[in-house]
């Protein structure tokens, strides 16, 4: 069993920055393939990137150059850089954990196994 804790959410405006990070417990954190997603009111939770336990990185094309996803296996963190924001970013923004099966569809959130809570983040222009 993963707990992922998500923190960093916030105010910003347009072309702003923000970090996002999300803690996980147990001891398998390097593991597994880590996730960022986000979603706003009545729409569906869309994929944002992604890190594989090699450090292999995807991205939505929307945030490609602008969003940047790291992680600290010592820590049992992964990070969302996220840059240039605009209002369209705007959401709340859930970090997830997968085994190694969420590499054959990174995208599809029924593939990861462990949700945090979220956290929000508000981009006003």
């Known amino acids: 069993q993963v707990q992922l804790v998500e923190s960093g959410g916030g105010l910003v405006q347009a072309g702003g920055s923000l970090r996002l990070s999300c803690a996980a417990s147990g001891r398998t954190f390097s593991m597994y393939v880590m996730g960022w997603f986000r979603q706003v009111p009545g729409k569906e939770r869309e994929f944002v990137a992604a890190?594989?336990?090699?450090?292999?990185?995807f991205y939505v094309a929307s945030v490609k150059g602008r969003f940047t996803i790291s992680r600290d296996n010592e820590k049992s963190t992964v990070y969302l850089q996220m840059n240039s924001l605009k209002p369209e970013d705007a959401a709340v923004y859930y970090c997830?954990?997968?085994?190694?099966?969420?590499?054959?569809?990174?995208?599809?959130?029924?593939?990861?196994?462990?949700w945090g809570q979220g956290t929000q983040v508000t981009v006003s222009s």
């Open positions: 890190i594989s336990s090699s450090g292999s990185l």
């Open positions: 997830a954990a997968g085994g190694s099966s969420v590499l054959y569809n990174y995208t599809l959130k029924d593939r990861y196994l462990y």
